[in-house]
């Protein structure tokens, strides 16, 4: 019963931007550290970014810093990931999880389906 569901990904050009969400059912999405991942074909999944649950506190791969920022809106159970000036390295998978160690990535213990972010002109 527990999901995450994640929404937004789509065709962009390079340079472009787009947001993902990630909605939470079945557990207070408020109670949890929540990460971003993707994986593109061929490579090991990376770790994008983390907001905390006990201060919003964020992180990000290096790759990602200053082009993409996380969000959380507790009210309405989703975390975003806004990512601007997209490039066509970010092109992959993406997931959010839930992250039980606070961003520590030791205890991912729910993840939705996967969203597809393309970038190509």
């Known amino acids: 019963q527990e999901q995450l569901v994640e929404s937004g990904g789509g065709l962009v050009q390079p340079g472009g931007s787009l947001r993902l969400s990630c909605v939470a059912s079945?557990?207070?999405?408020?109670?949890?550290?929540i990460g971003w991942f993707r994986q593109a074909p061929g490579k090991e999944r990376e770790a994008v970014s983390c907001i905390s649950s006990i201060d919003s506190s964020t992180t990000y791969v290096d790759a990602v810093k200053g082009r993409f920022t996380i969000s959380r809106d507790n009210a309405r159970n989703t975390v975003f990931l806004q990512m601007n000036s997209l490039e066509a390295e970010d092109t992959a998978i993406y997931y959010c999880?839930?992250?039980?160690?606070?961003?520590?990535?030791?205890?991912?213990?729910?993840w939705g389906q996967g969203t597809l972010v393309t970038v190509s002109s």
């Open positions: 079945g557990f207070t999405l408020e109670d949890f550290a």
């Open positions: 999880a839930r992250d039980s160690s606070e961003c520590g990535g030791n205890a991912l213990d729910a």
